[in-house]
């Protein structure tokens, strides 16, 4: 089954810095990759998400890439402010539509 | 508004109680899933249904059980809640190749 490693656990960053989380998935199936952020105390709220056929989708200050032969995507934030301090995770499941397999999830705090 | 709903949003109960948790969703979405996760913790899944009278155990079934007897409605259940079962419990929903949307979740608490 899918396998979805995450890192780093724990990011710290000055406002207005760039931050990045990767993940690496084991399985050469999944097509399908999203990212959640989680604010304390909330749902997961989708930001952002990609599929196999793209390398690449930006949405304002969000992007992610995609590397299928390498089996690892990221997560990029610019200009980073307070507010996008959060838990983020990574997921990878297969277009078919079977089960989101998630990242252990990464605690983004920004400092201003 | 077309949105995922939980109830209860917040539950203390003895050891040994049976609970059951709801979950609808007004989306029309035909999978539906259950996480378990501690504040801010892994999400782990539990249980997950692709369609009516269609359900399957996730890596923790913790005891559980679910049941998908209407695509609105997935309700998990507890038979005889233990305080290690003291956790944020999330539903999700959507439709194939999409993204989940989750419920405001569950959070339990086994005395």
């Known amino acids: 089954g899918e396998n979805v490693e995450q890192h780093p656990s724990t990011l710290s960053v000055q406002e207005g810095d760039s931050a990045v989380i990767k993940c690496t998935y084991s399985?050469?199936?999944?097509?399908?990759f999203p990212w959640y952020k989680q604010e304390l105390g909330k749902r997961p709220q989708l930001i952002i998400d990609?599929?196999?056929?793209?390398g690449e989708k930006k949405d304002q200050r969000i992007a992610v890439t995609l590397n299928k032969t390498a089996k690892h995507f990221s997560l990029h934030i610019t200009e980073t402010q307070p507010e996008d301090s959060a838990v983020y995770f990574c997921a990878a499941a297969n277009q078919a539509g079977t089960a989101l397999i998630f990242g252990k999830g990464t605690t983004l705090s920004v400092s201003s | 508004e077309a949105d995922i709903y939980q109830t209860p949003r917040y539950l203390v109960i003895g050891t040994g109680k049976k609970i059951t948790l709801e979950c609808s969703q007004t989306m029309g979405h035909d999978k539906m899933y259950w996480y378990q996760q501690d504040p801010g913790m892994e999400l782990h899944l539990i249980h997950y249904s692709y369609g009516v009278n269609s359900t399957e155990k996730g890596d923790l079934s913790s005891e559980s059980t679910v049941s998908r007897i209407r695509t609105e409605h997935f309700p998990l259940t507890l038979e005889s809640a233990r305080p290690s079962h003291t956790s944020q419990y999330l539903c999700a929903s959507h439709r194939t190749g999409y993204g989940y949307t989750f419920g405001s979740g569950t959070r339990l608490t086994v005395v």
């Open positions: 399985d050469s199936a999944s097509n399908y």
């Open positions: 990609i599929r196999s056929n793209v």
